[in-house]
C-alpha cells in the first residue's frame, strides 16, 4: 500500500449533527482547498463548509492537498518523540481529565529525577533526539526539579531537544526552564469559546489565563505547541472555527489535535469519543494554514481506530510520540479510558513501526526534528 490509497470509506461527524451540512461539490470543496492553501486562511463559512463536508470524495480532495504540502515540506519522514509520563498528580480538576485531582479511583505515581534520567537514556540509545516530559501539575515538581532534569539531560546530550508539557505555571518559571534548556512547550488551549471553557474546567482555569501562558511561552522563544480535543462535550463547529482563528494568531510551531476519548470517571464518561473523520479534516485543515508547523499523529486516534495512526500521517501529521516511561507509569498515566500502551506505542516496537509506516510509504526520522518554524527564524 502506499501514501496514495483511499482510506476514506465512510464519513459520520457523530454528534456534531447540529452543525452538519451534507455536501457533495467536489468543485466547491476543491476551490476551498485551493483558496486555504494559498491564503493560509478562510472565512468563517468556508471553514464550517470543510468541516462538514462528509463524503468520501470530498475529504479525499482535503486529504491529498495536506499529504502534498507535508511532503513539500517535510517528505516522506516521520519524526519520533520519546515521551516520558512523570506524575500523574495534578493539583488542577479539568472535569474531562482522567487524573485530576477530584478523581480518587487512581493509582498516583511520581517518577524520581532518577527514573526520568533513565527513561531518557534508554531513549537516546534507541535513537531518540526528543524529548518530551508530561505529567500533571504536581506541585512537587518545582522549577529546581525540572531544572536539574533539563540540565542533567541537556549536558549529557547536547544534540537532544527539550519538550515540555507541564501546564500553566508564571512567566519567570517558564523563563527559568528556558535558561535552563528547554526547546519547546505543549500547551493546549482545548477551546478558544470562554463559556465553552468554562464548560469543561472548573472556575479557577479560564481561556485567557491559557492564552497568556501560550503567548508567555511564544516570548520566550520556545517553540509553542497548542491544540484541542475533537468532539469535546458540548463543541460546536463554531467553536472549532474559533479555535482554528485563535491558532491563526497565535501561529503555533507545533499543534496537537486528538479525538476527546471520555474517562469513566469523569462527569462526561457516557459522551460519545469525537469522530474520527472530523479529526482528520482538522488534521488537513490545520497542515494547510501552517505548513511549516510540526503536527503530531496522536496517541487518542489511535485508541479510537486501530488504523488511526496511519491515518493521521495521510491526512497531514508527520510527528509521533512513543512512550518511554516505565511500565507502571504507562499504566497509570490515564488521561482517557482505554489507552494504548503496547504494540506501536511504546518504544520498545520502534523498530516493529518504522516497518509499519514503510508499508504506506513513509519512515521514521531519529532526527530533533526541529519545526522548520524555527529553522526559517
Ligand atoms: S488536563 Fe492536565 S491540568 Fe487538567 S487535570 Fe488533567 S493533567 Fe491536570
Known sequence: MNANSNDVQHIDDGKLKDSKINVYNPKKTRELVNKLRINKDLEDDEFKYLLSMDEAESISILRDAAREVTNEHYSNKVYVRGLVEFSNICSQNCYYCGIRSGN???ERFRLTVK??????DSGYEIGFRTFVFQGGEDPKFTDDVFEEVISKVKSKYPDSAITLSIGVRSYESYKRLKEAGADRFLLRHETADEGHFSYLHPSNQSFEQRKRALYDIKKLGYAVGTGIMVGSPKQKIDYIVKDLKFMRQLEPDMIGIGPFIPHKSSKFKDIEHGDMYLTLKMLSILRLMFPLATIPSTTALNTIDSEGRIRGIMHGANVIMPNLSPDNA??????????KISGKESADYVRELNEYLMEYGYEIDFSRGDPLTIKNK
Do not use: E, G, P, T
Open 104 to 106: 480518587q479511583d487512581i
Open 115 to 120: 527514573d526520568m534520567l533513565s527513561a531518557v
Open 330 to 339: 504507562k499504566r497509570n498515566y490515564n488521561l482517557y479510558d482505554n489507552k
